[in-house]
Nanobody, 120 residues
């Protein structure tokens, strides 16, 4: 069974950098044909795909967030990390990490999500 667990601060001050880590068990983040993604859901809004990390280490970002987003990995710890800079209250959301099976073209495993509030 594949498990994903998000961790990080629940409160971030405006203009600071949000940093979240996803710890994966049951699969290696370097496994072929699996991508690892971050998705968020602001209060009262739909899901927003933020970016992804491929099994080979390539990264992809949604254009609207590309200038502020960085996704990296530590394969030795089987973790991948999201950093979102210059946050504003509009970045308040539940943040999810998830696995994408690119052969099946679907998200097949999700973390439980973590609430991040941007406020002073």
């Amino acid at each position: 069974q594949v498990l994903l667990q998000e961790s990080g601060p629940g409160l971030v001050q405006p203009s600071q950098t949000l940093s979240l880590t996803c710890t994966v068990s049951g699969d290696a983040i370097t496994t072929n044909y699996h991508h690892w993604t971050w998705i968020r859901q602001p209060p009262g809004k739909g899901l927003e795909w933020m970016g992804a990390l491929s099994y080979s280490g390539s990264t992809y970002y949604t254009p609207s967030l590309k200038s502020r987003t960085s996704i990296s990995r530590d394969a030795t710890k089987n973790q991948f990390t999201l950093q979102l800079s210059a946050v504003t209250p509009e970045d308040t959301a539940v943040y999810y990490c998830a696995r994408v099976d690119i052969l099946e073209r679907e998200i097949d495993y999700w973390g439980q999500g973590t609430q991040v509030t941007v406020s002073s």
